[in-house]
């Protein structure tokens, strides 16, 4: 699902307390921030993110009570030694960004006033805007990934839009095409679970491999379940095998056969009040580094198998 992502003019003023260091952190960060958009718009070309600028952009005092303007566009030789840097904020606003006419006022109202619109503020410096909800607030790649999970999480749309979605932002986890399918024999279906099924791959995306321990893959699911808030286990039942093997394409592009024993399990809906106990399960493999780019390998989402 495509975004309308706005440069925030404010988040680009001069702070007195930030060092050139740190303005050229986060000026790398957002460029980074930017291009990795851009890479998944090029995967993704169907629904693309867009960025915009107000061109008042230009007179914001950036940097050394010098506005943006004066450093792009006026030669001075105390800006010749970022000279890489003033190349990033060239890129960034002129190569990267569409202009727009919206003020900063009206983005913020839009975004106060239709919470279920795709609008994000792309920052600068770190800043907080008063009655907006920080999840639409996007300074690094882990913003933009978790901004886009949140509306995810809240309109999934149907099973082909949440399979298609999710590679979009979990790019550690390879899914296999069975997955798309398996979403559609949810007990209870996609929209009772799609709130507790991002918070699952968020969890095994941004933090399995902090505690993955190849050597003991008992200890290692017990460890994610205690810190990452998950219920994972693996499968007893080895006569159950065949059923929880699926083919995935090692780098050799051959078909190669994974057992994916282990799985997270979807016992609860996100609805309050709903106390069914549901057999939904997430059944995945922790990787190998020859298959599918060393990724997590997800099998299948959906009733237990």
Excluded at 29 to 36: D, G
Excluded at 64 to 85: A, G, Q
Excluded at 145 to 169: A, G, I
Excluded at 183 to 192: F, P, W
Aim: glycine share 4%.
């Amino acid at each position: 699902m495509k975004a309308d992502l706005y440069l925030f003019n404010s988040s680009f003023i001069d702070k007195d307390e930030i060092s050139p260091d740190i303005f050229c952190d986060n000026l790398r960060e957002l460029q980074k921030t930017i291009l990795h958009i851009n890479k998944i718009n090029n995967q993704f070309p169907s629904e693309k993110d867009q960025v915009f600028r107000n061109n008042d952009i230009f007179y914001i005092k950036i940097f050394e009570n010098v506005t943006i303007h004066d450093i792009l566009f006026v030669k001075n030789e105390y800006f010749s030694k970022y000279r890489d840097e003033i190349s990033i904020l060239r890129k960034i606003l002129i190569n990267h960004a569409k202009q727009s006419d919206l003020t900063e006022e009206e983005i913020v109202f839009l975004l106060m006033n239709n919470s279920d619109a795709l609008t994000g503020l792309l920052c600068f410096h770190s800043i907080d805007v008063d009655e907006i909800d920080d999840k639409l607030i996007i300074q690094t790649k882990e913003h933009w990934d978790n901004f886009h999970r949140y509306f995810l999480s809240k309109n999934p749309v149907d099973e082909s839009n949440f399979y298609y979605e999710s590679q979009k932002y979990f790019t550690n986890i390879n899914f296999h095409p069975n997955v798309e399918p398996s979403l559609r024999g949810l007990e209870g279906g996609l929209k009772k679970f799609a709130k507790g099924i991002v918070y699952n791959l968020t969890q095994l995306n941004d933090n399995f491999s902090k505690y993955n321990n190849p050597s003991d893959r008992i200890r290692t699911l017990r460890k994610f379940s205690s810190i990452c808030k998950v219920d994972a286990s693996a499968e007893g039942d080895t006569r159950r095998r065949s059923s929880l093997t699926f083919d995935f394409i090692d780098e050799n592009s051959n078909p190669i056969s994974i057992y994916c024993e282990p799985h997270l399990k979807l016992g609860k809906n996100d609805l309050p009040g709903d106390t069914h106990f549901y057999f939904n399960r997430i059944y995945f493999h922790e990787g190998k580094p020859d298959v599918e780019g060393g990724r997590i390998l997800v099998a299948h989402i959906g009733k237990h198998l």
